[in-house]
Protein backbone atom coordinates (compact mmCIF):
# COMPACT_ATOMS: atom_id res chain seq x y z
CA UNK A 1 0.00 0.00 0.00
CA UNK A 2 1.07 3.16 -0.82
CA UNK A 3 -0.98 5.74 1.07
CA UNK A 4 2.12 8.09 2.11
CA UNK A 5 1.73 11.47 0.71
CA UNK A 6 4.90 12.71 -1.19
CA UNK A 7 6.01 16.19 -0.70
CA UNK A 8 6.96 18.00 -4.11
CA UNK A 9 9.79 20.37 -4.27
CA UNK A 10 7.89 23.05 -2.29
CA UNK A 11 7.10 20.92 0.31
CA UNK A 12 3.77 20.55 -0.40
CA UNK A 13 1.75 17.34 -1.17
CA UNK A 14 0.65 16.93 -4.68
CA UNK A 15 -2.60 16.76 -5.87
CA UNK A 16 -2.51 14.62 -9.08
CA UNK A 17 -5.87 13.14 -10.62
CA UNK A 18 -4.44 11.24 -13.64
CA UNK A 19 -2.05 8.54 -12.57
CA UNK A 20 -1.61 4.50 -12.58
CA UNK A 21 -1.80 4.13 -8.80
CA UNK A 22 -4.67 5.89 -8.91
CA UNK A 23 -6.38 4.48 -11.68
CA UNK A 24 -5.60 0.47 -10.22
CA UNK A 25 -7.59 1.86 -7.02
CA UNK A 26 -10.67 2.97 -8.99
CA UNK A 27 -10.68 -0.23 -10.13
CA UNK A 28 -10.36 -2.46 -7.42
CA UNK A 29 -12.68 0.53 -5.45
CA UNK A 30 -15.49 -1.13 -8.71
CA UNK A 31 -15.00 -4.69 -7.92
CA UNK A 32 -15.95 -4.30 -4.18
CA UNK A 33 -19.96 -4.33 -5.36
CA UNK A 34 -19.11 -7.12 -7.99
CA UNK A 35 -17.58 -9.21 -5.27
CA UNK A 36 -19.86 -8.61 -2.93
CA UNK A 37 -22.24 -9.97 -5.43
CA UNK A 38 -20.48 -13.16 -6.44
CA UNK A 39 -20.18 -14.16 -2.90
CA UNK A 40 -24.16 -13.31 -1.68
CA UNK A 41 -26.30 -14.44 -4.79
CA UNK A 42 -24.59 -16.73 -7.37
CA UNK A 43 -22.57 -17.94 -4.22
CA UNK A 44 -19.32 -18.39 -6.73
CA UNK A 45 -17.00 -18.84 -4.29
CA UNK A 46 -14.03 -19.49 -6.65
CA UNK A 47 -14.51 -16.20 -9.11
CA UNK A 48 -14.59 -14.28 -5.57
CA UNK A 49 -11.62 -15.83 -4.72
CA UNK A 50 -10.47 -14.67 -7.70
CA UNK A 51 -11.32 -11.54 -7.87
CA UNK A 52 -9.50 -10.72 -4.27
CA UNK A 53 -6.63 -11.89 -5.76
CA UNK A 54 -6.70 -9.72 -8.51
CA UNK A 55 -7.24 -6.81 -5.96
CA UNK A 56 -4.20 -7.99 -3.79
CA UNK A 57 -1.51 -7.80 -6.84
CA UNK A 58 -3.41 -4.60 -8.17
CA UNK A 59 -3.01 -3.28 -4.56
CA UNK A 60 0.87 -3.75 -4.63
CA UNK A 61 1.12 -3.15 -7.97
CA UNK A 62 0.24 0.39 -7.61
CA UNK A 63 2.15 1.02 -4.82
CA UNK A 64 5.31 -0.28 -6.89
CA UNK A 65 4.55 1.73 -9.92
CA UNK A 66 4.06 5.16 -7.60
CA UNK A 67 7.55 4.10 -5.80
CA UNK A 68 8.98 3.72 -9.56
CA UNK A 69 7.35 6.90 -10.90
CA UNK A 70 6.92 9.02 -8.36
CA UNK A 71 3.18 9.02 -8.77
CA UNK A 72 2.10 9.77 -5.21
CA UNK A 73 -0.89 12.24 -4.55
CA UNK A 74 -3.20 13.21 -1.73
CA UNK A 75 -6.19 11.40 -3.86
CA UNK A 76 -4.06 8.24 -3.46
CA UNK A 77 -3.39 8.42 -0.24
CA UNK A 78 -7.05 8.24 0.28
CA UNK A 79 -8.20 5.66 -2.36
CA UNK A 80 -5.57 3.23 -1.31
CA UNK A 81 -6.68 2.43 2.06
CA UNK A 82 -10.36 3.12 1.24
CA UNK A 83 -10.10 0.23 -1.74
CA UNK A 84 -8.38 -1.82 1.17
CA UNK A 85 -10.98 -1.53 4.19
CA UNK A 86 -13.84 -1.86 2.09
CA UNK A 87 -12.66 -4.92 0.48
CA UNK A 88 -12.02 -5.54 4.19
CA UNK A 89 -15.57 -4.72 4.87
CA UNK A 90 -16.97 -6.53 2.26
CA UNK A 91 -15.45 -9.64 2.45
CA UNK A 92 -16.40 -9.91 6.53
CA UNK A 93 -19.66 -8.88 5.64
CA UNK A 94 -20.35 -11.22 2.84
CA UNK A 95 -18.30 -14.19 4.98
CA UNK A 96 -20.81 -13.39 7.80
CA UNK A 97 -24.36 -13.48 6.14
CA UNK A 98 -22.60 -16.53 4.82
CA UNK A 99 -22.51 -17.96 8.37
CA UNK A 100 -19.00 -18.62 7.45
CA UNK A 101 -17.47 -16.35 9.88
CA UNK A 102 -19.10 -14.92 13.20
CA UNK A 103 -20.72 -11.88 13.82
CA UNK A 104 -18.50 -11.51 16.87
CA UNK A 105 -15.41 -10.74 14.28
CA UNK A 106 -17.53 -8.13 12.31
CA UNK A 107 -18.04 -6.28 15.18
CA UNK A 108 -14.17 -6.41 16.84
CA UNK A 109 -13.08 -4.99 13.39
CA UNK A 110 -15.60 -2.63 13.06
CA UNK A 111 -14.83 -1.47 16.35
CA UNK A 112 -11.35 -0.84 15.49
CA UNK A 113 -12.46 1.33 12.04
CA UNK A 114 -14.95 3.64 14.11
CA UNK A 115 -11.75 3.88 16.52
CA UNK A 116 -9.71 5.30 13.54
CA UNK A 117 -12.86 7.40 12.39
CA UNK A 118 -12.26 9.10 15.28
CA UNK A 119 -8.77 10.42 14.09
CA UNK A 120 -10.20 12.67 11.49
CA UNK A 121 -11.24 15.65 13.58
CA UNK A 122 -7.91 15.18 15.13
CA UNK A 123 -5.99 15.06 11.52
CA UNK A 124 -7.96 18.03 10.23
CA UNK A 125 -6.80 20.24 13.37
CA UNK A 126 -3.12 19.21 12.57
CA UNK A 127 -3.68 20.18 8.76
CA UNK A 128 -3.04 16.29 7.78
CA UNK A 129 -5.39 14.18 5.64
CA UNK A 130 -4.43 11.00 6.45
CA UNK A 131 -2.03 9.08 8.43
CA UNK A 132 1.57 7.33 7.01
CA UNK A 133 0.59 3.51 6.59
CA UNK A 134 2.54 1.74 9.25
CA UNK A 135 4.42 -1.69 8.66
CA UNK A 136 2.58 -3.17 11.24
CA UNK A 137 -0.57 -1.73 9.35
CA UNK A 138 0.39 -3.67 6.46
CA UNK A 139 0.93 -6.50 8.16
CA UNK A 140 -2.52 -6.55 9.34
CA UNK A 141 -3.96 -5.81 6.04
CA UNK A 142 -2.06 -8.39 4.36
CA UNK A 143 -3.18 -10.93 6.69
CA UNK A 144 -6.83 -9.96 6.53
CA UNK A 145 -7.09 -9.56 2.71
CA UNK A 146 -5.66 -13.78 2.74
CA UNK A 147 -6.94 -14.79 5.99
CA UNK A 148 -10.68 -13.56 4.49
CA UNK A 149 -10.27 -15.46 0.78
CA UNK A 150 -9.12 -18.41 2.83
CA UNK A 151 -12.40 -18.55 4.84
CA UNK A 152 -14.08 -18.26 1.96
CA UNK A 153 -12.87 -21.35 0.29
CA UNK A 154 -13.32 -23.39 3.04
CA UNK A 155 -16.85 -23.85 1.90
CA UNK A 156 -15.46 -26.40 -0.47
CA UNK A 157 -15.56 -29.89 0.38
CA UNK A 158 -13.11 -32.31 1.25
CA UNK A 159 -9.31 -31.43 2.46
CA UNK A 160 -8.97 -28.59 0.31
CA UNK A 161 -11.72 -26.96 2.42
CA UNK A 162 -10.10 -27.65 6.00
CA UNK A 163 -7.04 -26.69 4.22
CA UNK A 164 -7.89 -23.01 3.61
CA UNK A 165 -10.42 -23.08 6.99
CA UNK A 166 -7.12 -23.71 9.21
CA UNK A 167 -4.99 -20.96 6.72
CA UNK A 168 -8.23 -18.53 6.60
CA UNK A 169 -8.63 -18.47 10.71
CA UNK A 170 -4.78 -18.46 11.58
CA UNK A 171 -4.37 -15.21 9.01
CA UNK A 172 -7.14 -13.72 9.77
CA UNK A 173 -6.86 -14.05 13.74
CA UNK A 174 -3.44 -12.94 13.24
CA UNK A 175 -4.34 -9.94 11.19
CA UNK A 176 -6.79 -8.97 13.39
CA UNK A 177 -4.49 -8.41 16.51
CA UNK A 178 -2.24 -6.68 14.08
CA UNK A 179 -5.30 -4.54 12.95
CA UNK A 180 -5.42 -3.11 16.44
CA UNK A 181 -1.80 -2.65 16.57
CA UNK A 182 -1.98 -0.80 13.93
CA UNK A 183 -5.03 1.23 15.19
CA UNK A 184 -3.66 2.00 18.70
CA UNK A 185 -0.13 3.07 17.35
CA UNK A 186 -1.95 5.21 14.41
CA UNK A 187 -4.05 6.99 17.92
CA UNK A 188 -0.06 7.46 19.80
CA UNK A 189 1.07 9.14 16.61
CA UNK A 190 -1.97 11.63 15.62
CA UNK A 191 -1.57 12.66 19.76
CA UNK A 192 1.88 13.59 19.43
CA UNK A 193 2.98 16.81 17.32
CA UNK A 194 2.52 17.06 13.52
CA UNK A 195 6.12 17.41 13.69
CA UNK A 196 6.66 14.24 15.64
CA UNK A 197 4.38 12.22 14.11
Do not use: H
Amino acid sequence: MTSAIEPDKAGRAPDRIWTIPNALSALRLLGVPVFLWLVLVPQADLLAFALLIAAGVSDWLDGAIARATGQFSRLGAILDPLADRLYIAATLVGLALREIVPWWLVGILALREILLLALVPVLRRQGRVVMKVTLVGKAATFCLLWGFPFLLLSSLPGGLGDFARACGWAFALWGTVLYWWAGLDYWRAALRSPRTA
